[in-house]
């Protein structure tokens, strides 16, 4: 009788621990998935790219910012 209730002060305990570790857990995650906002962003490369929408317009034509 001893050993049973060791047992299951012992089974409580952990599973108390196991539900703390799995809510800090989910907090953790919780805060991993906040989205990012992009609130400016430039771009000066050679071939004349001063902008995003030039960068993009060099990528898509294929074009060639390095020789």
């Given at each position: 009788m001893a050993n049973e209730a060791k047992l299951r002060e012992y089974l409580?305990?952990?599973t108390t621990d196991l539900d703390e570790?799995?809510?800090r857990l989910r907090?953790?995650?919780e805060r991993a998935r906040e989205?990012?906002?992009i609130v400016a962003?430039?771009?000066r490369f050679p071939g004349d790219v001063r902008s995003?929408?030039?960068l993009w317009r060099l990528l898509e034509?294929?074009?060639d910012a390095l020789s």
């Open positions: 409580k305990k952990v570790a799995y809510g907090d953790i995650e989205p990012i906002a962003m430039s771009c995003p929408e030039d034509s294929g074009g």
